[in-house]
C-alpha cells in the first residue's frame, strides 16, 4: 500500500474511531456550547492526539506497549471514571451561559489543560487500542513481516491521517454545535448543562460497576 492510499486508510479510521457518541463527545458538546467552538475543537483535539498515539500502538505492531497498556486496563478505567465524576460534579454546578451573550471564551492556559484532560481520558480507555488493533488486524494492515504489511514510510501515513480524520471530526462537530447554541435559549442551555453532567456520572458509574463486577 502506498503511502498515500494509506493515508487516506487512515483518515477513515479516524473518523470511524471518534465519530461514535460518548463521554469524550458529550464533553465537547457541552464546551462547546459553554465556552465557544475553540474549547470544543481543542478538547477534541486532545482525543485526536491520544487516537494518533493509539495508532502509533497499532500500525507499528508495538506489542509490549499494548500489553502494558491492557495490563494497567483496571487501574486506568478506574482513574478514567474518577475524572468524569469530578467533570460531571462541575458541569452540574456551573452556572448556565445567559442567552444573547457571546460564549464565555478561555485563556491559552485554560484550554490547554482542556486539551490535557481529554488526551489523559481518552488514553485511560484501553478499549480505544484493541479497536485499532482489531481495525487493522481485519484489514491486514500494520508493520511487520506479513503478506499485509505496512512499510514504515505508509504506516507513518497512517497514523497521520488517523489523527486527520479524528481531529476533522471534532472540527465539524464543535463548528456545527455552536451554530446552533442561540436557538437553545436559557432552558434549553440548561437542560443541556443538566444532561451533560448525567451521562458523564453514568459513563463514569458504568465503568465503575464494569470494573467491580469484572475486577
Known amino acids: 500500500m502506498t503511502p498515500f492510499a494509506s493515508f487516506l486508510s487512515g483518515l477513515l479510521i ?3 474511531i471518534a465519530a461514535p457518541v460518548g463521554p469524550i463527545g458529550v464533553l465537547c458538546i457541552r464546551r462547546a456550547l459553554a465556552h465557544g467552538r475553540l474549547s470544543g475543537f481543542v478538547s477534541g483535539l486532545g482525543a485526536a492526539a491520544a487516537d494518533a498515539l493509539y495508532g502509533v500502538v497499532a500500525a507499528f505492531g508495538l506489542s509490549v506497549v499494548m500489553q502494558t497498556l491492557v495490563g494497567l486496563q483496571g487501574w486506568l478505567q478506574a482513574g ?4 468524569l465524576l469530578l467533570l460531571a460534579i462541575r458541569i452540574a454546578r456551573a452556572p448556565v451561559p445567559e442567552i444573547g451573550t457571546a460564549p464565555a471564551g478561555l485563556g491559552a492556559g485554560a484550554l490547554a489543560a482542556q486539551f490535557l484532560g481529554v488526551f489523559l481520558l481518552t488514553l485511560a480507555n484501553p478499549a480505544t487500542i484493541l479497536s485499532f488493533i482489531a481495525i487493522f488486524a ?12 505496512l512499510r514504515l514510510d505508509a504506516a507513518a501515513a497512517m497514523v497521520g491521517g488517523v489523527f486527520v480524520g ?16 442561540h436557538r437553545l435559549g436559557g432552558p434549553g442551555l440548561k437542560l443541556v448543562n443538566f444532561a451533560s453532567a448525567a451521562m458523564l456520572g453514568a459513563f463514569a458509574l458504568w465503568t465503575l460497576r464494569q470494573l467491580l463486577t469484572h475486577g
Open 80 to 83: 478514567g471514571a474518577a475524572f
Open 14 to 16: 479516524g473518523v470511524a
Open 166 to 181: 479524528s481531529a476533522a471530526w471534532w472540527l465539524l462537530l464543535s463548528q456545527g454545535v455552536a451554530l446552533f447554541r
Open 138 to 149: 481485519g484489514a491486514g494492515l500494520g508493520a511487520g513481516t506479513g503478506a499485509g504489511a
